[in-house]
């Protein structure tokens, strides 16, 4: 049996009131041994009710009001107690001081939420958005919560798995009724275009997931260029705020300077980098090194020009870098005599736009650009359904490799029997991502990054 547990579930700090949360077996009993007011054993359940918190030798410590929620219907399923007392951190401290002293330990952080997930209340996915929604600041980051929250992110991995138990069981009673008439004879040429199926819909999941992550985490959007383009300039200008140093002085970024701005409710992560050149000194090579990496890992890359600059070779070099990358040419300085050509580069005309970053025009027509490069009004108005994390994403890309090998092997006619076995794995390994099966590290690895007293 799970011992009771209780934690302090608003932040702690001056506030009109604050809410220790208590679940477990004995949760009602260890309240009501320090409470005064009704006897809480008799009262009904999802009740609140008036009294005191008294010490052992009958001290009113805080008026308080007291949630009674008994079991089943809870969050975590076990009884719940919740107790609002006076905002502040001495009541509210002494409060939880009292039930540890009386029998409750005190919950690990996501304890709460981890035991709703163990008890079958909630799944993994849904345990995740849990912590998703708390931690999301913009409003199309809480509906994708809310819809996974809700299971409708479960449902796209539950359809997967259904539809496998289909192919599975249609696969068994062949083997095992091969005389029987009613059943569809299951042959390599049927399976084929039932486990393709399953393919391009686990390709459709993820490829819908980078909008997730998007929404999640935001557009990863890296500045690059030579120096003394006008790289910190931008930052500057799409930030509205003098965050980088911008002189004349070429090579003045020497590490890297972070900004964020919303767009239609889009996260961009902005990341200024040292201006990329061969370079003798020291600090800014290294400087050069991590612009390049960080230009590797982002999701749209700002590639800025000096209209007033004859083009470089290397300019061709770092095209060719991020040909694969979501990425716009910015040329800048267009109140300068032009002096870059870049017909020959053969840039598509729909990437390139032209600035003035220190008259702040063409900085509009930036932000309308990458709106459409990401498709961020769709984003916004579409009910957001996508698979968001890591771990989720990654386990669906380990199966949708898993099911790639079983078409293959389909197609150089294996038995069917070991194509059943790879299927089974298959739905197993699906069915950890909303956590129908897991292991206790994970959970633990997990849980560990929620907020005390969730
Ligand atoms: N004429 C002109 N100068 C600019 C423009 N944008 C930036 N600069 C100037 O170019 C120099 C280098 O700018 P900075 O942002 O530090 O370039 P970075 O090295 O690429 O980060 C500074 O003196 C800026 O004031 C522009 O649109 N027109
Ligand atoms: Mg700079």
């Not at 590797?296 to 890359?301: A, G, K, R």
Request: with cysteine; aromatic share 4%.
């Amino acid at each position: 049996m799970n011992d009771t547990i209780a934690a302090i579930s608003t932040a702690l700090g001056i506030g009109a009131i604050s809410i220790i949360r208590v679940s477990g077996e004995d949760s009602i009993e260890i309240v009501n041994s320090i409470f005064k007011g009704k006897d809480l054993k008799k009262v009904d359940s999802h009740t609140i009710n008036y009294g005191h918190i008294i010490n052992e030798n009958g001290e009113i410590i805080d008026e308080v009001l007291v949630s009674i929620m008994r079991a089943p219907k809870t969050f975590t399923t076990e009884d719940i107690v919740e107790i609002n007392t006076h905002g502040g951190i001495a009541p509210t401290n002494k409060v939880l001081e009292l039930l540890l002293e009386n029998g409750c330990r005190l919950a690990e952080p996501g304890e709460f939420t981890k035991r709703a997930f163990l008890n079958g209340r909630i799944d993994l996915l849904e345990a995740e958005a849990v912590m998703d929604m708390i931690d999301s600041k913009t409003d199309v980051q809480r509906r994708m919560a809310v819809n996974q929250i809700n299971g409708k992110t479960s449902n796209l991995i539950n359809e997967l798995r259904n539809d496998m138990i289909q192919i599975i069981s249609n696969i068994n009673v062949n083997i095992d009724y091969p005389e029987y008439d009613d059943v569809e004879m299951i042959t390599n040429d049927i399976m084929i275009p039932k486990i393709n199926n399953l393919k391009q819909r686990i390709e459709k999941i993820l490829k819908e997931s980078e909008n997730g992550k998007i929404i999640k985490e935001g557009i990863a959007t890296s500045i690059i260029g030579r120096p003394n383009v006008g790289k910190s300039s931008l930052l500057n200008a799409l930030i509205e705020e003098d965050k980088a140093i911008v002189t004349d002085i070429a090579g003045t970024t020497r590490d890297i300077v972070e900004g964020q701005i919303k767009i239609n409710g889009i996260l961009l992560n902005i990341i200024d980098t040292a201006g990329i050149r061969d370079t003798e000194d020291k600090v800014e090579a290294l400087g050069v090194e991590k612009s390049l990496k960080i230009m590797e890992q982002s999701d749209l890359v700002l590639f800025v020009l000096n209209n007033n600059e004859e083009l470089t070779t290397d300019v061709e070099d770092l095209l060719k870098q991020i040909k694969d990358k979501n990425y716009l040419v910015l040329i800048n300085k267009i109140d300068l005599e032009k002096k870059l050509d870049i017909s020959d580069l053969k840039i598509e005309k729909d990437r390139i736009i032209k600035l003035s970053i220190i008259n702040n025009s063409g900085i509009d027509e930036l932000k309308e650009k990458i709106i459409q490069l990401f498709n961020i009004e769709r984003l916004e108005t579409k009910d957001p359904t996508y698979l968001s994390n890591t771990r989720s994403i990654s386990i669906l890309k380990k199966c949708l490799k898993h099911v790639e090998e079983v078409e293959e092997g389909l197609k150089n006619n294996l038995p069917i029997d070991m194509i059943e076995l790879d299927i089974k794995n298959i739905w197993e390994e699906l069915g950890t991502i909303n956590g129908t099966s897991y292991d206790e590290e994970l959970l633990d690895e997990m849980f560990k990054r929620f907020c005390l007293g969730k």
